[in-house]
């Protein structure tokens, strides 16, 4: 028993405890875009000066697909994360402090 990993290296164990965490099958949602993704990157300094589009952490497919082959189910919870808005876009004049 054990993992082998994407790179096809090979993990030996008695036993494997999986904690799937939110990169099954993960999905990224931009506004009414949806793309496969684990988790947005922050871009860095470096990244804007060098225009660097959106960055990605790619999402657990592979893994995925292995547990729907083996019957056990996999679904998604909905966290119903709200957007992030940024404070310098809001036109805070005529509200109440």
Do not use: W
Not at 5 to 22: C, E
Not at 42 to 60: A, Q
Request: net charge positive.
């Amino acid at each position: 028993m054990g993992v082998e990993m994407q790179d096809g290296v090979k993990l030996r164990s008695k036993s494997v405890v999986l904690t799937t965490g939110t990169f099954l099958a993960a999905q990224c949602h931009i506004g009414l875009e949806s793309m496969p993704a684990g988790r947005f990157m922050r871009h860095t300094d470096k990244d804007r000066e060098n225009n660097v589009g959106l960055k990605f952490e790619p999402p657990s497919n592979a893994l995925a697909a292995s547990i729907k082959r083996l019957n056990f189910p996999v679904s998604r919870l909905r966290t119903g994360t709200p957007p992030r808005l940024s404070k310098k876009t809001i036109d805070y004049t005529g509200l109440e402090s």
